[in-house]
């Protein structure tokens, strides 16, 4: 990759403050014909930082629209488990082979949060003490399962027949993501725990929202900077630990992203990649995860978002969202707007640096 960049000012809209950041475009000569205002002070903009409070901030993907408000039903507790609660807005469509009513009793596990609940059916197919079942005769009920993984993901697992290769937003604190189950409505992902009491809120397409929660043992020794968007538009983190360049073995990115037993090892980050862009309008999101409360050495990771130009970018303004933890324990937002060079410029790549903050690492 190419060191010997230029620097260039790129002009953009604010959703409402600017941030002054530095803005740099590799192989800058081709690029440099495409994009008016050449200087050696670049501007990236986006709005001041927002402080969040602890309830997660709503999102669902275009997709797969959720009520602004839904209520949510009251689940029984069931000793040595968290609970899980279902809600479904009045008047949604539920799935053709719908759920019933009915609530199993779940044993107390090793898993942090482990609760099955049933899905109501429309009152005009509700038909009393009649059991529904799936295409392949299994019952329909839905089951999240949430425990801690190593290097502070939390493992969810989500088992919901009757929502069989349908899409699901899943959001934590100000994450937001969408995945998608499979032929057996069976989903599994790995997410970095953004809170000591990781909440998790499961959204269907049908409205329905299922949530859940766990415990996160090692969630203060850990440090993480986040980037989200929705669609394509080749947003990656790259994360340049201890000095590290393009390349060498601290340079952590989508094309290196190493993996949560790097930081088990106290060895040093990994990153994240989370969606699945195949979904149309799906949330995507990119964390960088480093183990700053356990480390041996003093020193800095650097980190820069970069924005490819493909040809389903180019020449379109990108919006993106970064999210990083502050001074005050809660987690600051930074909305971001790229214009896009035309597509000439497909692939080549954007620079932006200052706008995730380096992590600073203090010896233990």
């Known amino acids: 990759m190419n060191k010997n960049v230029r620097r260039y000012a790129m002009a953009g809209s604010v959703f409402s403050l600017a941030l002054a950041t530095g803005f740099v475009m590799q192989n800058g000569d081709k690029i440099a014909s495409l994009v008016v205002g050449a200087d050696d002070e670049a501007v990236v903009v986006g709005s001041a930082p927002i402080e969040l409070g602890d309830e997660p901030k709503p999102a669902v993907a275009a997709a797969i629209p959720l009520p602004e408000s839904t209520p949510m039903a009251e689940v029984p507790t069931v000793e040595g488990a968290e609970v899980i609660q ?18 199993p009793q779940v044993a107390p596990g090793d898993m942090a949060a482990a609760v099955s609940v049933d899905a109501m059916p429309s009152p005009a197919e509700a038909v009393e003490g009649q059991t529904r079942f799936s295409e ?33 937003t899943i959001t934590h604190e100000a994450l937001r993501f969408t995945q998608a189950t499979n032929e057996a ?9 953004l809170a000591e009491t990781a909440k998790f809120e499961l959204g269907f397409d ?26 394509d538009n080749g947003m990656q983190i790259h994360a340049f630990e201890y000095g590290s360049d393009y390349g ?14 790097r930081a088990d090892r106290l060895a040093g980050g990994f990153l994240t990649r989370l969606g699945e862009p195949g979904i149309p309008g799906a949330w995507m999101a990119e964390v960088y995860s480093f183990p700053t409360g356990g480390m041996s050495d003093n020193g800095v990771v650097r980190i820069n978002i970069e924005a490819e130009v493909s040809s389903t970018n180019c020449g379109r303004e990108m919006r993106a969202e970064t999210i990083q933890p502050n001074a005050s324990g809660s987690y600051s937002m930074v909305d971001l707007t790229l214009a896009m060079p035309n597509c000439d410029a497909a692939g080549e790549f954007l620079v932006l640096k200052n706008i995730l903050r380096d992590i600073k690492i203090a010896a233990n």
């Open 86 to 103: 279902l809600a479904a807005a009045e008047g949604l469509t539920l799935p053709s082979d719908p759920m019933s009513d009915a609530l």
């Open 136 to 168: 392949y005769g299994l019952p329909c009920s839905v089951e999240i399962t949430a425990a801690e993984g190593i290097g502070g993901l939390v493992d969810l697992s989500l088992t919901a027949p009757c929502y069989a290769n349908s899409p699901v």
């Open 185 to 193: 409505g069976v989903m599994q992902v790995s997410v970095p725990a």
């Open 206 to 231: 049908t409205g329905s929202v299922a949530t859940t929660e766990t415990k996160v043992s090692v969630f203060r020794l850990m440090s993480h900077a986040a980037v989200q968007w929705q669609g």
């Open 248 to 261: 060498q073995e601290g340079h952590i990115s989508g094309a290196a992203p190493q993996s949560a037993h």
